[in-house]
């Protein structure tokens, strides 16, 4: 069975650094690699998305890698901001049936003034 | 423009009573899916449906029914209740347009069986 491993359940970071945060799969390659971030109480919030055939993505403060050597995916927020503090989940589709996705448990960012 | 939109937020249920959970969507997305939410797991599949009147099973379908009987509703049933279905229940659809492939979630349903 699919397994997504998210490296930590928590990170603390101060404001103004880089956070990163790791996802590693086993077993099946994906098609998209995706990233969530969610606010307690809210459903998850679509970030970013990487294809199996790219390297990085970059969205304003997000940059997102993909090593399909490694499968692993790194998950990168600059310059943080308190505001940025909640759970980020990563998420694999495998490209069979569209959409089906398998979710890592989420690292719980917090970031501090 | 609501997006997705799930009905009840919260409810609590007799081990043993049934309940249906409520899936809107006005986006016109033909994928939609059934999540659970425990803590200290990654969100699990528990139903999908490609379309209108296809129902396919997720990950761990045991004790769940659904229907999609239009496109724009999916129903999650829970014909006799228990306490392992505490859970957070979140619906999604899926968009597939040209570069554009995420999925969309609802607010949740908090479900607490006693």
């Known amino acids: 069975s699919q397994k997504i491993e998210q490296n930590s359940e928590a990170l603390n970071i101060q404001e103004g650094k880089t956070a990163t945060l790791t996802c590693n799969y086993t077993?099946?390659?994906?098609?998209?690699l995706q990233w969530y971030r969610q606010d307690p109480g809210r459903g998850p919030v679509f970030l970013l998305l990487?294809?199996?055939?790219?390297k990085e993505k970059r969205k304003e403060r997000l940059k997102v890698t993909f090593d399909t050597t490694l499968k692993q995916s790194l998950f990168h927020i600059t310059a943080s901001q308190p505001a940025d503090s909640a759970t980020y989940l990563c998420?694999?589709?495998?490209?069979?049936?569209?959409?089906?996705?398998?979710f890592g448990r989420g690292t719980q960012l917090t970031v501090w003034p | 423009n609501a997006g997705v939109t799930q009905t009840p937020k919260f409810r609590v249920l007799k081990t043993g009573q049934s309940m249906t959970l409520l899936c809107a969507q006005d986006?016109?997305?033909?994928?939609m899916y059934w999540y659970r939410q425990d803590p200290g797991m990654g969100l699990r599949l528990i139903h999908y449906?490609?379309?209108?009147?296809?129902?396919a099973k997720g990950e761990v379908p045991d004790g769940y029914n659904v229907s999609r009987l239009k496109k724009q509703n999916f129903l999650l049933g829970l014909e006799s209740a228990a306490p392992s279905q505490t859970s957070v229940y979140f619906c999604?659809?899926?968009?597939?347009?040209?570069?554009?492939?995420?999925?969309?979630f609802g607010q949740g349903t908090r479900l607490t069986v006693v």
């Open positions: 998420a694999l589709d495998r490209g069979s049936t569209l959409g089906r996705l398998y």
């Open positions: 077993n099946y390659s994906p098609a998209y």
């Open positions: 990487i294809r199996e055939n790219e």
């Open positions: 986006m016109n997305h033909e994928y």
């Open positions: 449906s490609v379309g209108e009147g296809t129902t």
């Open positions: 999604a659809t899926y968009s597939t347009g040209l570069g554009n492939t995420e999925a969309f």
